[in-house]
């Protein structure tokens, strides 16, 4: 079939066939907009696919049914996943302005930590578990250098040489705890 290059002869297809397109849609979904989207849609498939029409497999009818079935096969398929989707979302809250407004400060705040992470990986292990007690999990330098089990002027050593090597590199802040020497 030339469908797809000849409008006339599509126009002629269209006007046999419509009719019939609408019937087994209609049997098949219960929206009247949906039935006239996915016919138009059968019609669409039609030209993209009019060149794999070969008669000595069956009638034009038949040919066009099994795209029809193809076409309302598909949709209940996207309507089962939106289902499923809607399900999963059901009874939460969605995410308002103010919601996005937070979260965008956090993945801001989180990207400084990163990078403050990533710099603190260059420290050796002492230095740096010192640092992550002290500026990280706020621990007083006399609790860091209990949790790690080293003498408190060792911790406070390690961490003078830790904030020294990461000076300008990372955030102050995240080097840096107010008050905890």
């Known amino acids: 079939m030339r469908l797809n290059e000849d409008p006339g002869a599509f126009e002629a297809f269209y006007r046999r066939h419509v009719d019939a397109v609408q019937r087994f849609v209609v049997r098949r979904v219960s929206d009247p907009h949906l039935a006239a989207d996915l016919t138009a849609d059968v019609f669409l498939a039609v030209l993209d696919s009019a060149h794999t029409y070969r008669a000595g497999r069956g009638s034009e009818v038949a040919w066009l049914y099994g795209i029809a079935r193809n076409v309302v096969s598909a949709q209940h398929r996207r309507a089962a996943r939106e289902s499923r ?14 919601d996005l407004a937070r979260m965008e400060e956090r993945i801001d705040a989180e990207r400084r930590m990163r990078g403050a992470l ?4 260059v420290l050796p292990e002492g230095e740096r578990a010192v640092l992550e007690l002290v500026a990280i999990d706020q621990l007083t330098v006399t609790e860091a250098a209990a949790a790690l089990g080293i003498r408190q002027v ?8 830790a904030r ?7 955030s102050p802040s995240a080097v840096y705890v107010e008050g905890q020497t």
């Open 164 to 170: 020294r090597a990461l000076s300008g590199v990372a």
């Open 154 to 161: 060792t911790a406070r050593v390690r961490l003078h040489r």
């Open 85 to 98: 989707a809607t399900g999963r979302v059901a009874g939460r809250r969605l995410m308002d302005d103010d």
């Open 118 to 121: 990533e710099a603190m990986a």
